[in-house]
């Protein structure tokens, strides 16, 4: 099959790559980039362990082609932590909160909180619950997950604040 050469901006950096048209943006990003936080759960825009963020919006990677994110700004988990290596946020509420279990869906979350946070830096619990309803754990429960994001909210404004 014919490839199509895509240019986007993956994390900060740039990539370019060949890929056939056929290829979905979660297999670009875990098999050809190498970047395998995001997870595929059920290939059908369910439950949003593949969440990305591209172009400021949140999106599952699982439904989008890769050639559809030519010229994008990509985030993905691996994304999230500080220049200097020091956790988000978000990162940080997940492990203090205890909003994870198996963490497969915990990639997801993050990136989607992480655009709910950009949209609203203060969201009731729920504003939150809402933000988050296209992503599913079946482990841990909501609870937990609601507090990781008021934590990393909370954190954000005082950061905020004091700059
Ligand atoms: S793997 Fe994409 S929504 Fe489930
Ligand atoms: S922590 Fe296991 S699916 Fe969410």
């Not at 395998?36 to 082609?65: F, P, Q, R, Y």
């Not at 978000?90 to 279990?101: D, I, P, S, V, W």
Request: proline share 2%; net charge neutral; hydrophobic share 35%.
């Amino acid at each position: 099959m014919a490839k199509k050469l895509i240019s986007l901006t993956v994390n900060g950096g740039k990539v370019q790559r060949e890929v056939e048209s056929r290829v979905l943006l979660i297999h670009f990003l875990r098999e050809d980039l190498r970047l395998t936080g995001a997870h595929i759960g059920c290939e059908t825009t369910h439950c949003g362990a593949c969440t990305v963020d591209m172009n400021g919006k949140s999106v599952k990677s699982c439904t989008v082609l890769a050639v559809q994110a030519d010229g994008a700004q990509i985030r993905t988990i691996e994304g999230m932590a500080q220049a200097d290596g020091s956790l988000h946020p978000l990162q940080e509420g997940f492990r203090t909160e205890h909003g994870l279990q198996c963490g497969f869906c915990t990639p997801g979350m993050i990136v989607r909180s992480y655009r709910l946070l950009q949209e609203n830096p203060n969201p009731s619990e729920e504003e939150i619950r809402m933000g988050i309803a296209g992503n599913l754990c079946r482990c841990t429960g909501y609870q937990n997950i609601v507090k990781a994001i008021r934590y990393a909210a909370e954190r954000m404004q005082v950061k905020e604040a004091a700059e």
